[in-house]
């Protein structure tokens, strides 16, 4: 028998157990990150193909500091500084990759991590292990600023980072404007994890900064994923050049991993630019999509993720079950990811998500939740 039997009967008894699964297309997909639906365009994964044919090789090859560094790279990074403001832009292999390379490579000895305790696990798993990290209560902005003051009237030396989430994935909530302002006031590096919130917050949905009417500092440092709403792989850092530099020669999940993929670069890149010629039509749709779960559930999110608590397990799956009868692909969330059983349901454009769609769906969860 093997040593694991044990464990997973008890997941399985527990409801769980996780496994993977291959949904049918027909179904209506409130459950993936593709917050705009780009992955569906067939003409920009043409486009993406066009940027990578013309190559001599169409993989990267090496680490972005031996020769695997191409000029794909270099333009895909100069398009997303152009566009969200930053100085300067480090392309990176996941979002999990990037967290490890900020908070591993930039947070010294001497410095203090102030994280929300509902950052990333990528995040969190890392600042667990430092000596010099503390955790304040989830969106809470005089916690953090108590606990700053307390910090900083011991110790004088040393850097200060503060870590958050522009959108929580597991709540759907935008982190106040009030941790811009505290890390400005205390002259903190502000580390802000946009992999939900950019392509989906903001006027022109630049994500947290955009959300706030904000303008990006040397002191603020933002990781986005080319994941979510970009329709792609990888994720990108953006800062200041110090900063990007400093990562370049000392983050380990830079130095050591093979570059991003050419082509998920290229669509990353082709999503993009067609986003950007097309960034009112998309806003619009948003903010309908918002506005029709507002109407019909009778609560509203700042975001594009719903959440809808559930007392048990069985309840969250028997509700999934139900959607998927009807047609609907939604999220069910379990422990230990969160404390208590959630739907998680993400407003997206796919090709199946009209707003008619939206709305039985909506008008479903009232009856299920």
């Known amino acids: 028998m093997s040593p694991y039997t044990h464990a997973l009967r008890a997941l399985e008894r527990a409801h769980l157990y996780r496994q ?54 270099a333009q895909l990074e100069a398009f997303l500084c152009a566009h969200l403001g930053y100085a300067a832009c480090l392309l990176v292999g996941s979002g999990f990759l990037g967290n490890v390379a900020l908070i591993d490579a930039l947070v010294r000895p001497r ?48 850097r200060v980072f503060i870590a958050i989430e522009g959108v929580y994935s597991m709540d759907g909530q935008v982190a106040p404007k009030e941790f811009y302002h505290l890390a400005q006031e205390y002259e903190a590096y502000l580390i802000v994890d946009e992999a939900h919130s950019l392509g989906v917050l903001g006027h022109d949905l630049g994500g947290y900064l955009s959300h706030h009417r904000l303008k990006p500092t040397p002191q603020i440092i933002i990781l986005g994923t080319l994941s979510k709403a970009y329709g792609s792989y990888g994720a990108f850092i953006g800062a200041s050049v ?50 029709c779960c507002a109407q019909i559930l009778g609560f509203s999110t700042p975001s594009n993720i719903l959440t809808l608590p559930f007392g048990r397990v069985q309840a969250l799956l028997s509700a999934h079950s139900s959607l998927l009868e009807a047609g609907f692909l939604c999220a069910p969330i379990r422990p230990p990811t969160v404390q208590k059983p959630l739907l998680r349901v993400s407003l997206n454009i796919q090709p199946h998500n009209t707003l008619q769609r939206l709305s039985a769906l909506c008008t479903l969860l009232k009856t299920l939740c």
Not at 45 to 59: G, N, Y
Not at 265 to 286: D, G, K, Q, R, T
């Open 20 to 73: 993977r699964h291959l949904y049918p297309d027909h179904l209506a997909d409130f459950a993936s990150n593709d917050y705009l639906g780009l992955s569906a365009h067939a003409p920009l994964l043409e486009r993406a193909f066009e940027k990578v044919r013309p190559l001599s090789a169409h993989a990267p090859k090496a680490s972005m500091l031996l020769n695997g560094y191409h000029p794909l790279h």
């Open 111 to 158: 410095d203090m991590l102030f994280m929300d305790a509902h950052y990333h696990a990528s995040g969190q798993f890392l600042a667990k292990k430092l000596p010099n990290a503390r955790f304040f209560a989830h969106n809470n902005a005089p916690d953090l600023a108590q606990q700053l003051a307390s910090y900083r009237a011991c110790h004088t030396k040393g």
């Open 242 to 291: 110090q900063v990007v530099d400093f990562l370049c020669n000392r983050a380990k999940s830079v130095i050591y991993t093979t570059s991003l993929s050419l082509l998920d670069s290229a669509l990353a890149l082709a999503h993009l630019e067609h986003l950007y010629a097309h960034l009112p039509s998309y806003v619009s749709i948003l903010e309908k999509m918002r506005a």
